[in-house]
């Protein structure tokens, strides 16, 4: 079966940190973009970080630079989103999609124009 499967969601405290993981089956994550998106109960799902497989050039969205990386390790067909720094903000289910064109790795385009996407982890940040 194709697919792309998130994990490592959970419930963390304000100040800490999770990896999360986006691992492919049925097809490898070498030739794709792959990026994180999120979304919040009741707002817009929005884009956070993305990767390319040529040169592992990465792209992030303004509001999570500095907190948020990504990175991949094609060996395991996986890539991994480390977040530091949570805030309560940062609650949502968190997905992971996988295209081959490159130029989605900016972001622009919304997560169904993706060749694979998943259903995603949910991630809560609460004391």
């Known amino acids: 079966q194709v697919q792309l499967v998130e994990s490592g969601g959970d419930l963390v405290q304000p100040g800490g940190s999770l990896r999360l993981s986006c691992t492919s089956s049925?097809?490898?994550?070498?030739?794709?973009?792959v990026g994180w998106f999120r979304q919040a109960p009741g707002k817009e799902r929005e884009g956070l970080a993305s990767i390319n497989s040529y040169d592992g050039r990465t792209f992030y969205s303004d509001f999570v630079r500095g907190r948020f990386t990504i990175s991949r390790d094609d060996a395991k067909n996986t890539v991994y989103l480390q977040m530091t720094n949570l805030t309560p903000e940062d609650t949502a289910v968190y997905h992971c999609?996988?295209?081959?064109?490159?130029?989605?790795?900016?972001?622009?385009?919304?997560?169904?124009?993706?060749?694979?996407y998943g259903q995603g982890t949910q991630v809560t940040v609460s004391s």
């Open positions: 049925g097809f490898t994550l070498e030739s794709y973009v």
């Open positions: 999609a996988a295209d081959l064109d490159l130029r989605k790795i900016r972001l622009g385009a919304a997560i169904r124009e993706y060749d694979y």
